[in-house]
């Protein structure tokens, strides 16, 4: 593991300029690492950073260090995402000030800043490489990021289910239709602190990393049980909704074997519960409560342990016994849809529609990530290149544009058709793009320039396709 020759001096430079030691007693600790030909330049880099920080203590206090130095620095370089010193100690419910007094000796391989709301940073990705590295793991400092990121879930699923944590209705909203734009940031923020924040959005991930396998009646289970509607009604707070449905997909692959699993059964209904629902529940937090759950299916595993209806609905709607075979409806087009199409790796949908947009869609979520607007009239057709750089639309405007996708910048506009065109087709390597038209023509165009290479006539009727 190479560190640039930059990061050590830095390094080197901080450490022995830490103003609570003898900066030459500092320097003769680096120069005896230095010595030893066969360590590796990252361990004689880091090494006597962190040997320093037991130098003057004794065993009983040592062993204190260590621990303390394992949660608290294991849990910076294991984080999805930097805290603030405030916030990490709400989630491991330890002192902020603990915290400050373990990270005072760290400043030459650690971003720490003066205040305790601004995010702790490591130097260098290789303070945290070599923290986790197999060589350290026999030493004291050693940090196992697989015991990490379970301490780190533990933590996270205490901090959502303490009293105050997970409930109804987090942020005392007026009325159960109210629209999340209605409501002010600030509340949100007050109300789900930073760390309440990432435990709701990094709880599964520790799950993953810390290569737990759940099964019936286990932390998780107990937890989706009592909390799964509060959970998504945090994320919609957080406008992080679609996540969920990729997070239940990795709880639902760490499921054990060995089980006849109710666990599944409840993550499986899970899914099909923010598939359906994702986009109201998006729009209107509270609506999980309502709206989700009284239109759910009869037999819905989560809908008999976690649903209990409003007591202002007075009549409940006849819901069918099962889920249908759809999956999830995408909405947002404002008149009918005319053309779909996927992308090549089928990462992206694309829809075409009369309200004159096209729009990109996560097929996995079913959230909206671009909305294409250019065209004047309705869109007929739409079609990706075969690498999915390059989206072509077709209206009736008379013109087809080009998009890129990943940003939904219109390219080009190729204009030279005299009615509305109907569809479009790219060649197998993207080299040309043929149009089909109203006014009884076939055009070829240079994607990359769109310059109109052929006009093939002989049609007397119109081209659809």
């Not at 105050?164 to 109300?191: M, S």
């Not at 990432?198 to 998780?220: N, P, T």
């Given at each position: 593991?190479?560190?640039?020759?930059?990061?050590?001096?830095?390094?080197v430079?901080?450490?022995?300029?830490?103003?609570?030691?003898?900066?030459?007693?500092?320097?003769?600790?680096?120069?005896?690492?230095?010595?030893?030909?066969?360590?590796?330049?990252?361990?004689?880099?880091?090494?006597?950073?962190?040997?320093?920080?037991?130098?003057?203590?004794?065993?009983?206090?040592?062993?204190?260090?260590?621990?303390?130095?394992?949660?608290?620095?294991?849990?910076?370089?294991?984080?999805?995402?930097?805290?603030?010193?405030?916030?990490?100690?709400v989630?491991?419910?330890?002192?902020?000030?603990?915290?400050?007094?373990?990270?005072?000796?760290?400043?030459?391989?650690?971003?720490?800043?003066?205040?305790?709301?601004?995010?702790?940073?490591?130097?260098?990705?290789?303070?945290?490489?070599?923290?986790?590295?197999?060589q350290?793991?026999?030493?004291?400092f050693?940090?196992?990021?697989?015991?990490?990121?379970?301490?780190?879930?533990?933590?996270?699923?205490?901090?959502?289910?303490?009293?105050?944590?997970?409930?109804?209705?987090?942020?005392?909203?007026?009325?159960?239709?109210?629209?999340r734009?209605?409501?002010?940031?600030?509340?949100?923020?007050?109300?789900?602190?930073?760390?309440?924040?990432?435990?709701?959005?990094?709880?599964?991930?520790?799950?993953?990393?810390?290569?737990?396998?759940?099964?019936?009646q286990?932390?998780?289970?107990?937890?989706?049980?009592?909390?799964?509607?509060?959970?998504?009604?945090a994320?919609?707070?957080?406008?992080?909704?679609?996540?969920?449905?990729?997070?239940?997909?990795?709880?639902?692959?760490?499921?054990?074997?060995?089980?006849?699993s109710?666990?599944?059964?409840?993550l499986?209904?899970?899914?099909?519960?923010?598939?359906?629902?994702?986009?109201?529940?998006?729009?209107?937090?509270?609506?999980?409560?309502?709206?989700?759950?009284?239109?759910?299916?009869q037999?819905?595993?989560?809908?008999?342990?976690?649903?209990?209806?409003?007591?202002?609905?007075?009549?409940?709607?006849?819901t069918?016994?099962?889920?249908?075979?759809?999956?999830?409806?995408l909405?947002?087009?404002?008149?009918?849809?005319?053309?779909?199409?996927?992308?090549?790796?089928?990462?992206?949908?694309?829809?075409?529609?009369?309200?004159?947009?096209?729009?990109?869609?996560?097929?996995?979520?079913?959230?909206?990530?671009?909305?294409?607007?250019?065209?004047?009239e309705?869109?007929?057709?739409?079609?990706?290149?075969h690498?999915?750089s390059?989206?072509?639309?077709?209206?009736?405007?008379?013109?087809?544009?080009?998009?890129?996708?990943?940003?939904?910048?219109?390219?080009?506009?190729?204009?030279?058709?005299?009615?509305?065109?109907?569809?479009?087709?790219?060649?197998?390597?993207?080299?040309?793009?043929?149009?089909a038209?109203?006014?009884?023509?076939?055009?070829?165009?240079?994607?990359?320039?769109?310059q109109?290479?052929?006009?093939?006539?002989?049609?007397?009727?119109?081209?659809?396709?």
């Amino acid at each position: 593991m190479a560190v640039p020759l930059f990061i050590v001096a830095a390094t080197v430079c901080r450490f022995v300029d830490d103003s609570d030691w003898d900066p030459r007693e500092r320097l003769e600790t680096i120069l005896q690492f230095s010595g030893i030909g066969e360590l590796e330049q990252i361990v004689q880099t880091y090494l006597p950073v962190l040997t320093q920080l037991s130098a003057r203590l004794n065993s009983h206090s040592k062993d204190r260090l260590y621990q303390e130095f394992r949660m608290i620095v294991g849990s910076i370089v294991s984080l999805a995402e930097p805290l603030s010193i405030q916030s990490l100690a709400v989630l491991l419910n330890i002192s902020s000030d603990t915290i400050a007094l373990r990270l005072r000796p760290l400043h030459s391989v650690l971003r720490i800043p003066t205040d305790s709301d601004t995010p702790i940073r490591t130097l260098h990705l290789s303070f945290s490489e070599f923290l986790l590295s197999n060589q350290l793991q026999l030493e004291p400092f050693g940090i196992n990021g697989q015991v990490t990121h379970r301490m780190l879930l533990s933590k996270c699923l205490q901090l959502l289910s303490r009293p105050g944590g997970l409930q109804e209705n987090l942020c005392k909203l007026e009325y159960p239709g109210k629209p999340r734009r209605e409501i002010d940031q600030t509340t949100i923020n007050n109300r789900l602190s930073s760390a309440f924040q990432y435990a709701c959005r990094y709880w599964v991930q520790h799950v993953k990393y810390g290569k737990v396998e759940i099964h019936d009646q286990d932390d998780v289970h107990m937890f989706l049980q009592k909390h799964l509607l509060h959970w998504l009604e945090a994320m919609s707070l957080m406008n992080r909704l679609a996540e969920v449905i990729e997070q239940i997909r990795v709880l639902q692959s760490l499921v054990s074997s060995s089980d006849l699993s109710y666990l599944l059964d409840f993550l499986q209904d899970a899914q099909r519960i923010v598939l359906a629902n994702r986009y109201f529940v998006d729009l209107s937090p509270l609506q999980i409560y309502s709206s989700a759950m009284i239109f759910a299916p009869q037999t819905s595993v989560v809908r008999k342990i976690c649903g209990q209806v409003p007591p202002w609905i007075r009549r409940y709607p006849i819901t069918p016994p099962m889920w249908s075979l759809e999956l999830q409806k995408l909405e947002g087009h404002t008149e009918g849809v005319l053309a779909v199409a996927f992308s090549q790796d089928g990462s992206l949908l694309a829809s075409a529609s009369l309200d004159q947009t096209v729009r990109l869609w996560n097929p996995a979520t079913g959230q909206e990530i671009q909305k294409l607007e250019g065209h004047t009239e309705g869109v007929n057709a739409v079609a990706f290149s075969h690498d999915g750089s390059l989206l072509a639309s077709a209206s009736y405007d008379q013109t087809v544009r080009l998009w890129n996708p990943a940003t939904g910048q219109e390219i080009q506009k190729l204009k030279g058709h005299t009615d509305g065109v109907h569809a479009v087709a790219f060649s197998q390597d993207g080299s040309l793009l043929a149009s089909a038209s109203l006014d009884q023509t076939v055009r070829l165009w240079n994607p990359a320039t769109g310059q109109e290479i052929q006009k093939l006539k002989g049609h007397t009727d119109r081209v659809h396709a």
